[in-house]
């Protein structure tokens, strides 16, 4: 026998026979807690029955203590609202709004006349169970993955930074920080310094100090990616890495470096405050959840916009001519071995493609916010869209960034049966004083990312104008956290490739090799995900800027002025057989127009390039030591 109701709470009466209805109810139960008792019509008291339109049930109904009903929609948003904020506010929106309170009646007669037809929408929509979601596997995991790209990241650096940032490299950090701190003493502001260019290296930055603050940010992400001390792990790795990237912005200005960041100090909050990540303890805060999701949101949604917006300087918008992958394949900036095969499928394939592309960017976005199944399609449709992105071409760690950040939408219900098990256990709460801390200051750090992220979204839209948003969002560009993105706007229609050639006589000449850079008879195109050769991806820009206004960019100067002092931390950069014997005096920049060539001519020679020279852009002359 059914234990009698608590004559001290309300009591939700509803039809037992409803398939439909138990749904539902499941869902409000375990939602509600012990705020409301629920219980089957078959057994209610002929008041109650009478008051459900007798039977067959026509509507819930709900009994306080003191004997007052309320039935329909009205008893449905009460008990909504003991399950959370969102119920709340839509009661009160019932109670406030005369308007709202007849449709949503009128809603729930209809519902109510077509439980069956609703029914099977619930399944088709939620799948197993339409109970609250949790998401304690997804919390666990996706720090540790923003971790592991975190320690990518690091590594791939690492290993260039001499060459780039250190004393001989291209663009030397201690003078980047010498000429800021000049410039803002010079404007009588000497603290800017600091907020314009918001790094540890101000404490040092000679080589050593470039080495071990690099150190740094590595144990730290080993440390988030373990779960130790997860939140301290996650912001000394951001900060660690916007360091790099406020003091070497020419070469860490990707916006995958801008989404690491972003996504690194969301991580901050998304972990609860405690000494270790567990099982037992990893279920994010809504808030911190919902923020990673809106992250997402705006990657994807951003990155289809400025597709409808991608025209070039001759009028041109290939995404919407449908033409944006016929170029893609040849004219990204580093193509890999299988970028010529998708560039030799048929024309019809590329159209279905970039019409996927489309749907995945622009409609995707939206089923984050729907029912499990709606959500759990636009984590396969991003996944997918990542995948094929990383097997046609090179992209550093940005395609596992990304899907990262969709493992966040995976509640527990969607994980297999195997691993939902080994987190069945309670819930086990982490320290009081850390958890309240985080629960007070992490409204105020959300509303201020979503206003930030919110009017860079309506930049892209382009409902604001940037100058004048630029006194809210300016304060906070050198922390490079609350972004805007947008991929692929403007698709490339030709490949300009930089070869810059050295001679002691101004007769014999020998091209530099770079590793990963493409040149007419390179044909092996590796893969090397996740490393990102930062030089070789910004002469893929080099050549842009070359074959647009005539003039390499400013860094090429300081590039020859180290390859001609025969620099070994900038040839570390470049490939080893081709570093000349003895220092070049002379040197010339060459400018080719590279196209993948057809199947015919690649069976015929093996070559994946055809070159066409630009002997109007070729600059040849004498580097003064």
Known sequence: MDAPPNLNKPVLYWDADCAFCRRWVERWESSSGQAIIYRALQKAPPKV????????????????????????????????????LGGKLLLRAYLALPPLRKASEAAYRWVAGHRSWCAGLTNLLWGRGTLV???????????????????????????????LAGSRGILPVEAHLRAVQEHCAATHRPWAAWLQVPSLLWFGSSDLMLHMW????????????????????????????????SAVPVFLNFQWDALLLEAGLLVVFYVRWSRRLTRGASTPPRVARLLVWWLLFRLMFES???????????????????TALDYHYFTQPLPVWTSWWFAQLPGWFHLFSLALVFAIELLGPFLMVGPR?????????????????????????????????????????????????????????????????????????????????????????????PSSLAPVLGPFAPLRSANSYGLFSVMTTERPEITIEASPDGRVWQPYRFRYQMAA??????????????????????????????????????????????SDSVLGLLDTESRPESAPTFFRLRLDLLTFTSREVRAATGHVWEAAPLPDYTIEGRLQR
């Open 214 to 245: 690099l150190a740094v940010g590595t144990v730290a992400s080993v440390a988030l990616a373990l779960g130790l001390l997860p939140a301290v792990s996650a912001l000394a790795a951001w900060l660690c890495y916007l360091s790099f990237a």
């Open 133 to 163: 979601t949790n998401y304690r596997i997804s919390g666990y995991f996706f720090p540790r993955l923003i971790g592991l790209i975190f320690i990518f990241a690091f590594l791939s650096l690492w290993g260039q930074i001499d060459g």
């Open 373 to 465: 199944r709606l959500r759990m399609t636009a984590f396969w449709a991003f996944s997918l869209l990542m995948i094929l992105i990383a097997a046609s071409g090179h992209y550093g760690f940005f395609n596992l960034l990304t899907l990262a950040l969709c493992v966040s939408l995976v509640d527990d219900a969607s994980w297999p049966a195997w691993l939902r098990q080994r987190w069945s256990a309670r819930p086990v709460a982490p320290p009081a004083w850390p958890v309240r801390l985080q629960a007070k200051i992490l409204p105020w750090f959300a509303l201020l990312m979503v206003v930030l992220t919110t009017l860079q979204l309506l930049l892209v839209l382009r409902v604001l104008s």
């Open 304 to 322: 289809g916009l400025v597709k409808l917006y991608g025209f070039d300087a001759a009028g041109r918008n290939t995404w919407l001519e449908g």
């Open 49 to 84: 029955v009478a008051a459900a339109g007798g039977e067959p049930f026509q509507r819930i109904v709900l009994s306080y203590p003191d004997g007052s009903l309320l039935t329909g929609a009205h008893a449905a948003l009460v008990a909504l609202a003991a399950g959370g």
């Open 521 to 566: 008879d390179e044909n092996n195109l590796p893969f090397f995900l996740p490393h990102m050769p930062r030089l070789d991806w910004q002469m893929w820009f080099a050549a842009l800027e070359y074959r647009s206004s005539g003039q390499p960019p400013a860094w090429m100067m300081p590039l020859l002025g180290q390859l001609q002092a025969q």
